[in-house]
C-alpha cells in the first residue's frame, strides 16, 4: 500500500474575497494569492493562488503607473 | 425592416442537398468511430482472478467495503480465531478460514460468504 | 486529417465514460447513504491532478478523481485514510481510473481544507512488482 501524502484544498470564500481583493489592487490579495499558490495546496487551488497573485501585481502596477 | 429568407439562404436547392450529405458523413464517422472505440476498449479489457472479463465496476459491492467489511471483519477475526478451536477437530479447518478471513480483511462480498462457511463448518454463531 | 476527425468523435466518447463511473460512484455512495450503512454521504468529482503523478494516459485539467464528504460529519484522518485505502485495494476500479485518465485519488473531509491524496500510477506499479514476484 502506497504513502498517502497530506493535502489542503482553498475554500470557496477565502478563494471568493482573495479575488476581489486582488482586483481591488494591494497586499491583502497578493498574500492571499500567494498563501494559496505556495502552500500545501491541491493543484486547482494552488492555479487559483497564482492567478490571484498575478492580477494583483498587475493591478497594482496599473494603479502605481497612473 | 424586411428582410427576405431567399436572400440568408442562397440556392436553396444545393444548401438542403449539402445539409443531408453532411448529415450522412457525420453519421458513418459516427459508426467508424464507434467501431474503433469498441475495439480500443476490448483490447484494454482486464480480468478478474477467475478469468472474467471486468467491464462494469459494482459500486455498490464497493460502498459495502467502505463502510460494512471493518465491523464484519472485526467479528470473524475475534469468533474465527484458531486459538479458540485449539484441541478440537475443526482446528484446521479453522486455521485455513482465519487465513483466508486475514486476505480479505476489505472485501465485505468474500467475509459474507467466509462468515456463511464459519456457520456452517465450525458452528459459529453470530450476532 | 480524418483521423483527428475520429479521434475528437472518440474524446467525446471518453468523456461521457468517465462520467458515468461518477455518477455510478454517486448514485451508490447516495444509496448507502440513504440506507443508513454510511455515517458521511460521499461525493466525488473529477478535478486537477497532481503534475507530479502524471503518467501517459492522464488526462489534460482532469486527472483528480475527488471524493468528499458533504454532509452528515467530518471524517477524521483515519477515516479518510481506509477509504482511500479501499477504494485502491479494489484492483479493478483502479486499473478503471487509470485507463480512463485519472491520475490522482483525493479524500476530503466535510470542511473541504484537510485531505489525503494518493498517486494512482503508483499503484499499478506496486501490482506490477507483485505479479514479478509471483513468477
Redesign the interface.
Known sequence: MMEEKEVKTGKTIWIVIGFVLAFLGGFIGMFIGSNYAFGNFDRKTKLLGYTMLVISIVVMKAITSN | MKFNILEIIPHTKWFWLSIIEFGVIVLLLNKLAKKRRISKINDLGFEDEAGNSVDNINMDSLMDNIYKSKSLFKELKRKCHPDRFVNQDCHSISEKLFQEIMENEKNYEKLKNLKDRAKSELNVTFD | M?NR??DI??WF?EINERRA?VK??N???K??FISG???TL?NAKT?????GYHHHLSKFLSG?FKIKAISGRDLSRDEM??????????K??V??LI?MGWDTL?V?SD?????????LI??VK?VYIGKKNEV
Open positions: 480524418w476527425i475520429i468523435v472518440e466518447g463511473v455510478d460512484f448514485n451508490a455512495a444509496k448507502a450503512d454510511a455515517p460521499l478535478t486537477l491532478g497532481e503534475s483528480g485514510k481506509e477509504i482511500g485505502a479501499i477504494v485502491l485495494d479494489n479493478d476500479f486499473r478503471k485507463t483525493y476530503f470542511g473541504g481544507e484537510n485531505g489525503l491524496k494518493w498517486s503508483e499503484m506496486t
